[in-house]
């Protein structure tokens, strides 16, 4: 069992940055292939980037790519997602999801723990 809880949303100009966290439970976090989503507001849910267990391997959506960088640290149970030149468009629900598997997914139906989410907002 893994419980996530995700931090460090916000409101944020256009062009400005976030980091955000997603601490995990559990003494097994290094064996989890780790993933962001986000939803926003009466869209569905997107893949945003996903990490292997050890951290070499990273993928990241087209809209993203370049602006966004997904992390981790196996010694602090934790993920990230530093988030540079943030856009309006960026706007959502941001979750992280743990898979147990060493391979990065993008596929929502792969990950098997869920955090509760954190809101990011980018005004023009």
């Known amino acids: 069992q893994v419980q996530l809880v995700e931090s460090g949303g916000g409101l944020v100009q256009a062009g400005g940055s976030l980091r955000l966290s997603c601490a995990a439970s559990?003494?097994?976090?290094?064996?989890?292939?780790m993933g962001w989503f986000r939803q926003a507001s009466g869209k569905e849910r997107e893949f945003v980037a996903g990490i292997s267990w050890t951290g070499l391997s990273t993928y990241y959506a087209d809209s993203v790519k370049g602006r966004f960088t997904i992390s981790r640290d196996n010694a602090k149970n934790t993920v990230y997602l530093q988030m540079n030149s943030l856009e309006p468009e960026d706007t959502a629900v941001y979750t992280c999801?743990?898979?147990?598997?060493?391979?990065?997914?993008?596929?929502?139906?792969?990950?098997?723990?869920w955090g509760q989410g954190t809101q990011v907002t980018v005004s023009s």
């Open positions: 559990g003494r097994t976090f290094s064996s989890y292939t």
């Open positions: 999801a743990a898979r147990k598997s060493f391979v990065v997914s993008a596929n929502e139906k792969q990950y098997d723990y």
